[in-house]
């Protein structure tokens, strides 16, 4: 903090402040230059991003499907419907009888199932089902560099002894599985070891990314509770669950019925001490409130579940696939009609409330094996609980018709025949007096007329942007604000006059006159193709007769519509051209250019994560930002020396004051 001026009586902070005003001037006129050229690589980077855009429309431009977009009708669209890629042939698809439709295999029901599709299945079917024992588990896992670290983590579980129910899904797709320690594989199963080690056969193979889905079931299960801090009132193991036993600290406890039917947990040992009591519905034991436990106690629960599998074996267009289930007594209708219809199964199961029966139909359409039926089921679920046992399948068939003279067949009723999706709709034949009907494929001219219309305008857009930046007119007594001058502006009035100052800052610029002289070169150049039209000019593509617009093409409708039904192939060379270089078509020429003019501006403006070494003008910028630096080292010099100035200054006129008053007070003594 300085005080000065108390000698003088002179105002010595606001002369330095004047003083170093103009001692600041050219640190301005720097900053000014800092501004200007940023605001010149921002203008760069906008136009870049301009070309940016207009190259990516001119990499889509460079596909066939802009040229040859095409139509199809049919002359009967009752019977038989048609879609066309742009791919498609013109070509003209005579059907002259459809014997049979496409149908998917269907499997129904022998007789109503009498089940509630939303409770638990266990809780209805009572005594007429055997339910089997175990806990149904499921992991995934996912395939790293190497397959033979894949192994399933029993968690100190064991497979049951008797049962090797386990199905396995690779990337959705199942496989056939089974559990074993002396035999190996065949090409297409897997087998699952006693540890849960995956071996996998030569054919069936998982790849790195493959995802493994592994549901099985274990003989029992073990749930752990470490008691902490707080009381516990109560632990769910889950609804469905089958207590064998409770261990606290080595101390077993089993279930039993007390006198008034409840099931509770007594002490294998000591019947007097009870645990508490149990909810087999839910699985939730609620603790003996008198039964306290000390911190630390570690109470484990081995518990098993009523469980039940199927099977579902279909043949589709991918092969057969054989599909195990795994139900729970507490899973209801509804989630095995969701497990079944999510499944690998290809089916979609239907259970009809009206008549409270089920249905199974393949997704798929057509005829796959040859002499094994279409749908399978197994298990005394599906068999006797569902009643499939003994229902009647409708095997799927392929669809039959005759097109073009040729008797054929396809397994679906929309089926592609060179780039043209045909469906067929009815059966039809010449003996009903129905005329064949016909697919005619022939060529859209008016969607080429429109990609071409669209492509002409963005070019007009794009070389608008960039004249109107090279004949943008510069007011040169605009130069940025320096930060006293903001302080004397209104927010419009900066705005108004930072606009002026940004505006002309590329005018005449040399690079971007190249980007429009080079692409102006390319529209106007001559295609050597084997088509017709060799130039723009000949499909009534022109440069309108203003030259003030800078080369903006217009388009003359008449002549071009009348082009693309002449020789659309033609048309297509002039824009795409071929692999020579005088047949360069005009896109792959203007792409070229674009590319070329992007680099150009790259070099002098860099992109938004580019460093200010990358590029001509962040160089610069660089050399503006070490001069700054330096002015201001310098400006921090001259404001001390005019201190150090004026506070000598201060001082010899104290002193001067000091004698003065000393030889008055020295006459003032006679």
Excluded: C
Excluded at 164 to 186: L, Q
Excluded at 484 to 489: F, H, N, Q, S
């Amino acid at each position: 903090m300085r005080i000065a001026g108390l000698a003088s009586g002179m105002d010595i902070d606001q002369m330095v402040k004047d003083l170093m005003r103009a001692e600041r001037m050219p640190l301005d006129k720097l900053k000014q230059k800092k501004q200007i050229l940023e605001w010149q690589r921002d203008d760069y980077r906008a136009l870049n991003t301009k070309l940016l855009t207009f190259r990516d429309k001119l990499a889509q431009l460079k596909l066939t499907a802009n040229y040859r977009a095409r139509t199809v009708s049919s002359s009967n669209e009752q019977y038989v419907t048609a879609t066309v890629s742009s791919g498609a042939a013109q070509a003209s698809y005579s059907i002259s009888e459809v014997e049979q439709l496409a149908t998917a295999a269907t499997m129904v029901n022998t007789g109503e199932i009498s089940i509630n599709a939303t409770a638990g299945i266990k809780d209805q079917l009572g005594e007429q089902f055997e339910w089997k024992t175990g806990v149904v588990e499921s992991q995934t896992l996912n395939v790293g560099d190497s397959i033979d670290d894949l192994k399933i983590d029993l968690k100190g579980s064991t497979f049951p002894e008797n049962e090797s129910e386990i199905n396995i899904k690779v990337n959705g797709r199942a496989i056939t599985a089974r559990i074993s320690d002396s035999d190996e594989p065949d090409e297409n199963e897997v087998i699952v070891r006693t540890n849960g080690t995956l071996d996998f056969g030569s054919n069936v193979k998982p790849v790195k990314g493959n995802v493994i889905k592994v549901d099985y079931v274990v003989d029992s299960k073990i749930n752990t509770l470490e008691v902490g801090e707080d009381p516990i009132t109560n632990w769910s193991l889950g609804k469905g669950s089958l207590i064998k036993d409770i261990d606290v600290n080595g101390d077993k406890y089993i279930i039993q019925q007390d006198e008034y039917g409840n099931n509770i947990l007594i002490n294998e040992d000591d019947p007097t001490k009870i645990l508490g009591h149990i909810n087999l519905d839910t699985g939730v034991i609620t603790f003996n409130q008198a039964f306290e436990f000390e911190e630390g106690t570690e109470i484990k629960a081995t518990f098993t579940q009523n469980y039940a599998t199927f099977g579902i074996n279909t043949h589709t267009s991918k092969g057969a696939v054989n599909e195990t289930f795994f139900i729970t007594g507490t899973d209801t209708l509804n989630s095995v009609i969701r497990k079944v219809n999510e499944s690998s199964a290809g089916v979609t199961m239907v259970y009809d409330s009206f008549t409270d029966r089920v249905t199974l139909t393949r997704k798929e359409t057509g005829k796959f094996g040859e002499e094994e039926k279409d749908i399978e089921v197994s298990g005394k679920f599906m068999e006797d609980i569902l009643k499939f046992k003994g229902s009647n399948l409708d095997d799927g068939q392929n669809a039959k018709f005759t097109i073009n003279g040729l008797t054929t067949e396809r397994s679906s009723n929309t089926f592609d025949m060179s780039g043209v999706t045909i469906t067929l709709k009815q059966t039809f034949n010449p003996e009903s007096g129905q005329q064949p009907t016909t697919i005619s494929v022939g060529n859209d001219s008016e969607q080429v007329f429109e990609n071409i219309k669209e492509f002409v305008n963005q070019y007009n857009e794009l070389i608008k942007e960039i004249g109107d930046k090279l004949n943008e007119e510069r007011f040169r007594d605009y130069k940025p604000l320096t930060d006293d001058e903001r302080e004397e502006l209104s927010d419009k009035q900066q705005e108004k006059w930072e606009e002026m100052a940004r505006s002309g800052l590329l005018k005449g610029d040399m690079v971007l006159s190249g980007v429009l002289s080079s692409m102006r070169m390319d529209m106007y150049s001559t295609v050597e193709t084997n088509g017709v039209f060799k130039q723009l000019a000949s499909i009534g593509i022109k440069t309108t007769a203003n030259y003030l617009e800078g080369g903006k093409l217009e388009i003359d409708e008449t002549i071009l519509k009348a082009a693309l039904e002449e020789d659309p192939d033609s048309i297509e060379n002039l824009f795409r051209g071929n692999d020579s270089q005088a047949g360069k078509g005009i896109i792959h020429k203007l792409y070229d250019t674009v590319d070329a003019s992007m680099k150009k501006l790259q070099e002098k403006a860099g992109r938004a994560t580019s460093t200010n070494q990358q590029f001509t003008l962040g160089r610069e910028l660089i050399n503006v930002d070490k001069s700054i630096d330096r002015f201001e080292e310098k400006l921090k010099m001259t404001e001390n020396r005019y201190w150090r100035q004026f506070t000598a200054m201060e001082k010899a006129i104290q002193r001067a004051n000091e004698q003065s008053m000393y030889l008055m007070q020295q006459f003032g003594g006679f």
